[in-house]
C-alpha cells in the first residue's frame, strides 16, 4: 500500500509542469493553503502551488488544495498560527519564521555552518529528525513535512563592501533565524521581513543589507537594482528546509489513502525544489553577472571565521532552553558529526579532485 502511493506519487512528479489533469472526481476535502511567499513567486511560491496541484493529481481530485499568497488570506508570518487554528488546512512556510513560538523550531530549517541539503535530508528522514519535528509541532495542533529546500544561499545584497569585521558593526541587515543572531553578536543588527517587502526596504535605505536565498530568486525580486555587492557563501543557511504545514485535525479526517498522498506529495515537492534551484541558480547567476553589472565578492576569511566561531556559541545555547531542545540540539549536531566524516571524503574530496584547475 505505502510502496503504491510512493510510486504513484514517483509518476506524479515526473509530470509535473507537463500539464497533467486532475481526474474529475468529486472534491472530498476542499482546503485552503495559506503561505509565507508571493503566490507563485519562483520556486518557493511555484512549489507551493505544485504541491497544491501535485495532491490534486495523485488523489483523482479528491483532495483539492486552493493556494493563497502571503496577504491573502493572512500575512505572510501568520501562516503557522492560521494552519494551527484550522482557518486554513495546510500551510508552507519555514519552520525558522516560528522561532517566536519556539526557539528550537529554527533548526529544522536551517543552522549557521550546519548542514547541507542533503545531509538535512539523511538527518529528517533518516536520523530521526523529522520525528522530532513532528513532537515539536503536535503540541500547536499541526504536523510538519519537508516540502522544499534551496541548496546553499547565496550570502547577500550589500550596498557597501565587507572587508573587515568592523564593517559589520552596526549594519542593519535583513537576515531570518539563527543566522541573524550570529550577525548580531558580530555587531550587527538583524531584522526579519517577508520576501515580498525586502526591495522596497532595501532600496529605500530601511536597512543597508539583506540576504534572500540565491541568484534565481534574488534576480526575480530585483535585488539587483537596491544593493550591488553579492556576496558568498551563504554560511548562515547552507540547505534551508521548507515546510509544509498540515492542520492535524484536517489530517486526522482524511482515509490512510489520501494521508499517504499528501505526505508523499509533500516528499516529491521537496526533491524537486532542490532540482529547480540546482538548475536555475547558475543560469540566473550568469544573467546578474553578465547583464546586470552585479559584483560578486567572497566574505574575507577572517570575517569567515569570526561568524563560524560565533555560530558554535548560538548553536550551542540552543539546547540549554529545555529537555526537548537538548534532544533535538544533541540529535542534530550527532548526525552531523558522523555526516561530516563521510561528506568530507564523498561529495567535498570529490568536488575538490573535480575542480581543481
Ligand atoms: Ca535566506
Redo the contacts with the bound molecule.
Keep these: 500500500m505505502h510502496r503504491r502511493a510512493l510510486l504513484q506519487g514517483a509518476a506524479a512528479g515526473l509530470a509535473l509542469g507537463a500539464g497533467v489533469k486532475p481526474a474529475a472526481a468529486q472534491a472530498e476535502h476542499r482546503w485552503k493553503m495559506v503561505t509565507t511567499w508571493p503566490k507563485n513567486f519562483p520556486g518557493l511560491g511555484t512549489s507551493a502551488s505544485r504541491l497544491a496541484a501535485l495532491i490534486g493529481e495523485m488523489s483523482g481530485g479528491r483532495i483539492q488544495v486552493r493556494v493563497y499568497g502571503a496577504q491573502e488570506l493572512v500575512p505572510a508570518f501568520e501562516v503557522f498560527d492560521a494552519v494551527a487554528s484550522g482557518t486554513a488546512e495546510l500551510g508552507h512556510g519555514a519552520a525558522y519564521y516560528w522561532k517566536g513560538k519556539s526557539e528550537i523550531a529554527q533548526i529544522f530549517s536551517s543552522v549557521p555552518f550546519g548542514m547541507t541539503a542533503q545531509e538535512m535530508n539523511g538527518w529528517l528522514y533518516h536520523g530521526g529528525g523529522l520525528d522530532l519535528w513532528q513532537e515539536l509541532y503536535e503540541r500547536f495542533g499541526l504536523i510538519p513535512a519537508p516540502a522544499g529546500n534551496t541548496g546553499v544561499?547565496m550570502g547577500g545584497w550589500f550596498k557597501r563592501e565587507i572587508r573587515s569585521l568592523d564593517d559589520l558593526r552596526g549594519l542593519k541587515i535583513r537576515v531570518?533565524g539563527l543566522g541573524g543572531e550570529v550577525l548580531r553578536r558580530a555587531g550587527a543588527t538583524p531584522v526579519n521581513l517577508p520576501g515580498g517587502e525586502l526591495y522596497s526596504a532595501l532600496h529605500a535605505g530601511a536597512i543597508d543589507a539583506l540576504?534572500?536565498?540565491g541568484p534565481y530568486n534574488d534576480l526575480a525580486f530585483g535585488l539587483h537594482n537596491a544593493a550591488k555587492y553579492y556576496y558568498y557563501p551563504?554560511w548562515h543557511?547552507p540547505g534551508?528546509t521548507l515546510e509544509a504545514l498540515i492542520n492535524q485535525k484536517a489530517f486526522a479526517a482524511l482515509p490512510a489513502d489520501l494521508q499517504s498522498i499528501v505526505l508523499n506529495a509533500c516528499k516529491v515537492i521537496n526533491q524537486d525544489m532542490l532540482a529547480e534551484y540546482t538548475a536555475r541558480n547558475p543560469v540566473a547567476l550568469r544573467t546578474l553577472l553578465a547583464e546586470h553589472s552585479v559584483e560578486l565578492r567572497a566574505f574575507p576569511p577572517d570575517v569567515i571565521a569570526r561568524l563560524r566561531d560565533l555560530a558554535v556559541e548560538v548553536v550551542a545555547e540552543l539546547g540549554d532552553k529545555d529537555a526537548f531542545a537538548r534532544r533535538v540540539h544533541d540529535s542534530y549536531q550527532g548526525f552531523l558529526r558522523q555526516a561530516r566524516d563521510w561528506t568530507s571524503l564523498s561529495e567535498l574530496a570529490f568536488l575538490q579532485a573535480r575542480d581543481r584547475a
Design positions: 544561499q531570518p540576504e534572500w536565498v551563504g543557511e534551508t
